[in-house]
């Protein structure tokens, strides 16, 4: 929505709004908010609403005042599971400290950065995804198990499919939110789902995934299950990914392939736990087509980046292939679009096609100490960042 303050509070009267939920992502991208009512949504907006950030997972290890959020109009979004009457909707926001400077930890804003910086270097990039998660049962007092909601396999359709009308619902949702999906399906695993977005601009990309996952978890929860996007939920079944495809355009027009892709190659063994940030995600790598070793293929599935074939653009993208559905959309965009700079920057040749000997980091552990000591992510995202991200 682009309009001015003075519209906007006209549209919250004419549209009956009652409640507007300011939304953030923590440092590893789970979603928080704080709701308010209309009469305090021309002072959020104008000069921002406190939070106590000692409460929140990665804000709160420095001595901070009061955080304030700081709501992006453009964001706004109907969410079309709350009653018509006395309408709900959502925001996005920025976070700052109490005398408007940024705050380091806020991830939305370090994504922002990086775009800009992409963008005087004269590179534009453009980001699809595709995600996946996994529907549980839940017992008789609503607590979820581990028990899968059907038994079905990859592409298979009902009665054997029982996922089909929660993404059905998902789908026609987000739609309702202005977020289109492009294809959904069944995927491998017992009660395993996948739907797919196609391509927008970093920033919108990273808050679709974010609207996403919380409309697919609102969705499940309607229909009595549990949605699980951790990256290892069941053990011998394949782990949820979140598979990031990278488009990287000159100003004029130009694609930027092998460079970049070099880039990406040159710095995720060090750069790992942005993408995967739990012990799981470190279980889920060799399993299935889910990488074990950093490489790249025009063919094979199981890289850790693919190449697909042309599409209608006319572009070819490189599909990053790690990253696990629990990633933080922004911090995974913003470290792509950096890794991709740098091999731009220095012109990097890309290697041979094989699998090389280098395997990703084998634990969590190992992947939090390369970034911590890596020069590249700590002069990227601050040393702040990556140290409150990797306690």
Not at 138 to 148: L, S, V
Not at 157 to 162: F, H, R, T
Not at 166 to 195: K, Y
Not at 369 to 383: Q, T
């Amino acid at each position: 929505m682009d309009c001015s303050l003075e519209e906007f509070m006209q549209y919250i009267e004419e549209e009956d709004i009652k409640f507007i939920r300011l939304a953030f992502c923590d440092v590893h991208g789970n979603l928080k908010n704080i709701s308010v009512m209309p009469h305090r949504l021309e002072e959020a907006i104008s000069y921002g609403i406190p939070i106590n950030a000692s409460l929140i997972p990665g804000f709160g290890e420095n001595v901070y005042p009061d955080l304030f959020l700081h709501p992006d109009i453009s964001t706004t979004t109907l969410l079309p599971w709350r009653p018509e009457s006395g309408k709900v909707i959502r925001m996005l926001c920025d976070i700052t400290l109490q005398d408007g400077t940024p705050f380091a930890i806020d991830t939305r804003n370090v994504l922002k950065k990086a775009i800009d910086v992409a963008s005087k270097e004269g590179i534009k990039f453009r980001f699809g995804s595709r995600s996946e998660f996994y529907l549980f049962k839940t017992d008789e007092d609503g607590n979820p198990t581990k028990i899968p909601c059907d038994n079905a396999g990859y592409m298979d359709i009902a009665p054997l499919d029982k996922g089909e009308n929660v993404r059905r619902d998902i789908c026609l949702t987000l739609e309702r939110m202005g977020i289109l999906p492009i294809n959904s399906h069944h995927e491998a695993g017992p009660g395993q789902n996948q739907i797919d977005f196609a391509s927008s601009d970093p920033l919108k990309a990273a808050d679709n995934v974010v609207t996403y996952i919380s409309v697919v978890k609102t969705i499940a929860a309607r229909y009595g299950f549990v949605a699980d996007f951790s990256p290892k939920p069941l053990e011998g079944a394949p782990g949820n990914g979140f598979h990031i495809n990278v488009l990287a355009i000159s100003d004029d027009g130009k694609q930027i392939l092998s460079p970049a892709i070099a880039g990406i190659l040159e710095h995720i063994h060090d750069t790992t736990v942005f993408f995967n940030n739990s012990e799981q995600s470190y279980r889920r790598f060799g399993e299935g087509s889910a990488p074990r070793y950093i490489s790249w293929s025009a063919e094979n599935r199981g890289q850790l980046i693919r190449i697909p074939p042309v599409g209608k653009s006319g572009y070819h993208y490189a599909q990053l292939r790690s990253p696990d559905a629990n990633a933080n959309p922004y911090l995974a965009m913003a470290l792509i679009i950096y890794e991709c700079l740098d091999g731009i920057k220095k012109n990097l040749e890309l290697p041979s096609a094989v699998t090389t000997p280098e395997p990703l980091p084998v634990s969590l552990d190992e992947a939090k100490r390369l970034a911590l000591a890596d020069p590249f992510v700590n002069e990227s995202f601050g040393k702040e960042l990556v140290e409150a991200y990797c306690r």
